[in-house]
């Protein structure tokens, strides 16, 4: 449980963004219901890193190719997205594919950045 620990510690941020709208939007499976089972149980089996960068693969102005490096989705997916806003706010459109990610959460909360951000 020690990387589980890590990942609580260094993604609060995300993971309280997406534990807590997850209810409050009627999405009961994913909120802190996925900590153990989910992200912790896969930190220990090697197949998700609490902390990995995110690399930058190939960008043009419009687009973007992420890798995650299994890291977690939770701050890979946000990540991603910012980057696909910037490209729209400044070229009229934006799109950033990942690969190598993990769960990421509510889909439906990156729509929400989006229109949050006036999209």
Known sequence: ?????????????????HSSRSPLSGIDSHGLGRLKPIYCDR???????ASKPIDIISESETT????????????????CMQMAIDKAKKHGVGFVACRNSTHYGIAGYYATM?????W
């Open 1 to 17: 449980m020690k990387h589980c620990t890590d990942y609580v510690v260094y993604h609060a941020t995300s993971l309280d963004i």
């Open 64 to 79: 973007a190719l992420v890798d995650g490096n299994l890291g977690l989705g939770l701050y890979i997916g946000p990540h």
């Open 43 to 49: 930190m220990d089996n090697g197949i998700l890193y």
């Open 114 to 118: 989006a229109t949050d951000q006036g």
